[in-house]
């Protein structure tokens, strides 16, 4: 006398939202290589979304108000 008892794995397979490209935000670490500091800014489609203390290059760079001559090293924050 077999009593076992098969649960089916549920078929419903939860629907994955994917939300349309208008655009890509994401947030970014930048770290100032001359005054050690660290702030998350954010990129809207690769561009810098205006902050006060940071600005971006046309070469992409972005660079901390602070004088430095060499542009900020960028994180991806997860
Ligand atoms: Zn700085």
């Not at 489609?45 to 901390?64: A, E, M, P």
Request: aromatic residues 10%; proline residues 6%; hydrophobic residues 35%.
């Amino acid at each position: 006398m077999a009593t076992a008892s098969m649960k089916k794995p549920s078929s419903a397979i939860p629907m994955v939202w994917q939300r349309p490209a208008l655009s890509d935000m994401r947030e970014v670490v930048a770290f100032c290589p001359k005054c050690k500091t660290l702030e998350m800014l954010l990129f809207e489609d690769g561009y810098l979304v205006r902050t006060r203390k940071f600005s971006q290059n046309i070469d992409g760079h972005v660079y901390h108000d602070c004088g430095s001559e060499q542009p900020c090293r960028l994180y991806r924050a997860f």
